[in-house]
């Protein structure tokens, strides 16, 4: 089993920045990628970026790219979410999701923190 928690959203600017950081405990040596979605009032809940814990490799949506910066700190069993350039349709829960096989769905999930962002 894994445990993620979240920490970091709160309310911003259109323009500004926020880093959203996941703390994981438990089996994290299990872990095989993070990942940090999203979900907006209405809409389905969807996975902004990711990275493999071991290699680090990241991807990441086109609505976010060069925008939003992925990274883990394996030591501390980390991960961030550095958000630049933040515009409204930013707003939304964001949640952190870990999964322990290489193609298998996110099987752990945190509570998720609230990301708002005015214009």
């Known amino acids: 089993q894994v445990q993620l928690v979240e920490s970091g959203g709160g309310l911003v600017q259109a323009g500004g920045s926020l880093t959203l950081a996941c703390a994981a405990s438990g089996d994290t040596e299990s872990m095989y990628a993070l990942a940090w979605f999203r979900q907006a009032p209405g809409k389905e809940r969807k996975a902004v970026a990711r990275i493999t814990w071991t290699e680090g490799m990241t991807t990441y949506v086109d609505s976010v790219q060069g925008r939003f910066t992925i990274s883990r700190d394996n030591a501390k069993n980390t991960v961030n979410l550095q958000m630049n350039s933040l515009e409204p349709d930013d707003t939304a829960v964001y949640y952190c999701?870990?999964?322990?096989?290489?193609?298998?769905?996110?099987?752990?999930w945190g509570q998720g923190t609230q990301v708002t962002v005015s214009s």
């Open positions: 999701a870990a999964r322990t096989t290489i193609t298998g769905p996110f099987n752990f």
